[in-house]
């Protein structure tokens, strides 16, 4: 292997984040590919979704035990509404 093919694979293990070559080259050897995955946007995507159905449980509560329902309560859930819609927006810009 030339010093151009070490720096070139070296290159490729920093980008997926690994620094055993050992397992780099089996893996590729093996499979051939390796996918590295990022989930960021959906991990903000499932919290905002997880915050909107706290929010909705909890107003659920309060009308169940006072039988009232605000226009804050409203404004909270469009306020969460707003936030996944912009979420979702993101993800499918950056997938395009």
Known sequence: ?????????????MQLGTKNMGAYL???????????ADYTQQKKLAAAISRAASNIHQICRRINGTGRFYAEDVAELKERQIEIWSLLKETQKEEL
């Open 1 to 13: 292997m030339t010093e151009q093919e070490k720096q070139l694979i070296r290159h490729k293990m």
């Open 26 to 36: 089996r893996k590729m050897a093996i499979d051939g590919y390796i996918i590295k």
